[in-house]
């Protein structure tokens, strides 16, 4: 398991079970590396439309297989524990209520 911080200096967990769901999506292979810079300066942080515990972490890179998309890092988030749901490529930011944006 590790432990990363996001830009408020909150932990959040990444287990080993999540890391190998993240790998199940073919483009998060060369892009695992890039979650704990996207917990610590992300882009765009968005609250989930679903569900008000999940935040939705983005950042934008420019990748050699995919062009320029959003790694987006889905964290849980109660009072006692965060952790990462999952994380994957997106083209644009997704919907939901902007909680921090980068100037």
Do not use: A
Not at 22 to 37: A, F, K, Y
Not at 48 to 54: A, H, I, P, R, T
Request: glycine share 4%; net charge neutral; hydrophobic share 35%.
């Amino acid at each position: 398991m590790k432990i990363f911080k996001d830009y408020l200096g909150s932990q959040i967990r990444l287990t080993e079970e999540r890391r190998q769901h993240i790998l199940l999506h073919p483009e998060m292979s060369d892009m695992i590396e890039n979650i704990e810079d996207t917990l610590l300066m992300p882009d765009y942080v968005v609250q989930s439309l679903q569900d008000e515990e999940v935040t939705l972490y983005n950042k934008y890179y420019l990748t050699k297989k995919f062009g320029g998309k959003y790694l987006c890092v889905v964290v849980k988030e109660n009072e006692n524990d965060s952790f990462i749901i999952t994380s994957f490529l997106i083209n644009k930011i997704p919907k939901g209520k902007l909680i921090w944006q980068k100037n």
